[in-house]
């Protein structure tokens, strides 16, 4: 990750800028990424023995600037209760610099968990 988009999301992680803030710090230095450049965040929940997702949500990478932050300490809460690891600043990195990527990919015992940049 780009040293100066690490110290930006330290400082959103901190509480000492707002998303917004950080949204427009990323923009200014030009940290954005090329034309691969994803639209949405993508969350898909199977259930065991259900033939459609519990879950599928498909939310503007725009809109997801807003509440990043909130949304990673609950995930990171929830990842916490099932002793899995959660690194909320490579979370908070891949919304921000918008690459298409795998976030988060679970399966146990059927039950899937699918959280992507698209």
């Known amino acids: ?3 100066e988009l690490g ?3 330290k400082m959103v992680e901190g509480g000492k800028i707002t998303s917004a803030e950080a949204e427009k710090l990323i923009d200014a230095l030009g940290l954005e990424g090329g034309s691969s450049r994803a639209k949405n965040l993508k969350i898909v929940v199977c259930e065991t023995g259900k033939d ?3 879950v599928n949500l498909t939310i503007p990478l725009g809109w997801t600037h807003a509440f990043a932050p ?3 300490r609950k995930v990171q809460k ?3 209760k099932h002793d ?3 690194d909320e ?3 908070l990195g891949a919304l921000y610099k918008g690459e298409p990527c795998t976030i988060f990919d679970v399966q ?3 039950n899937k968990v699918l959280i992507s940049i698209e």
Request: hydrophobic share 50%; net charge negative.
């Open 7 to 9: 110290r930006i999301l």
């Open 89 to 91: 600043s490579a979370f």
């Open 84 to 86: 899995m690891p959660f």
């Open 70 to 72: 909130m949304i990673a």
């Open 108 to 110: 146990d015992e059927g």
């Open 52 to 54: 459609k997702p519990a």
């Open 1 to 3: 990750m780009n040293e």
């Open 78 to 80: 929830q990842m916490e």
